[in-house]
Each structure stands twice: as C-alpha cells, then as structure tokens.
C-alpha cells in the first residue's frame, strides 16, 4: 500500500512548516498509528494547530479522538498547545523551536 514511514517523514517536515493540510495529515498519521507511533497527544495537537489555522477538516476527528483520550492525555495535550502558542507569539508560525515540544510525540 505505500511506505508509510517515508510519507510521513515528507507530512512531519511540511507541517513543521506550518501548512495546515500538513499538520491535519500528520495528526491522521499519529491517530492510526501508520508511519508513526500511535500517539493521541500528539495527533490532538497536531489536530488542534491546523484548527487554530484555519484547516477545519480534521475538526470532527478531534473531537472523536478526544473521547477515547484519558483525562492524563488531554491534560498533557492541552498543557503542550499552552507552550506552543505562547512559543508562536515569540516567533513565527514555522518556527522550529515550537515543534520540537512535539518530536517526543
């Protein structure tokens, strides 16, 4: 069916960038666990910042996803989007040092 692992190294490297339709695939990719590790949190964020951008489509997958997190899971998510905002406020949104928070994930 494709190389995953490659597909996404290609997404991460977009939505490090700051491409919103980068960061909804690469939320979808840590959802299903295909190329990368399975990862609520980071799919969540993901999920959120293409939200906070304007990219509405993954909108009904997070809030899916945020019914199968545990109370820990959203409390690291909503911990991670407070240091990233506050990060984007410093610098611009394609910032490396902001996405580093998420290389864990």
Do not use: C
């Given at each position: ?6 597909a ?6 977009a939505?490090?960038y ?11 990719l840590?959802e299903?666990g295909k190329?990368l ?6 799919a ?25 997190m545990t109370?820990?899971?959203?409390d ?12 984007s ?10 996405f ?6």
């Amino acid at each position: 069916m494709g190389d995953y692992t490659e597909a996404a190294r290609w997404v991460r490297l977009a939505a490090q960038y700051g491409l919103p339709i980068a960061e909804t695939n690469l939320a979808y990719l840590y959802e299903q666990g295909k190329g990368l590790p399975l990862d609520y949190v980071a799919a969540f964020t993901w999920y959120s910042r293409a939200l906070a951008a304007g990219e509405a489509s993954g909108a009904d997958r997070r809030n899916e996803l945020s019914h199968l997190m545990t109370r820990k899971q959203i409390d690291e998510t909503t911990s991670l989007l407070a240091t990233i905002s506050a990060q984007s406020q410093e610098q611009p949104r394609a910032g490396a040092s902001a996405f580093s928070l998420l290389q864990s994930h």
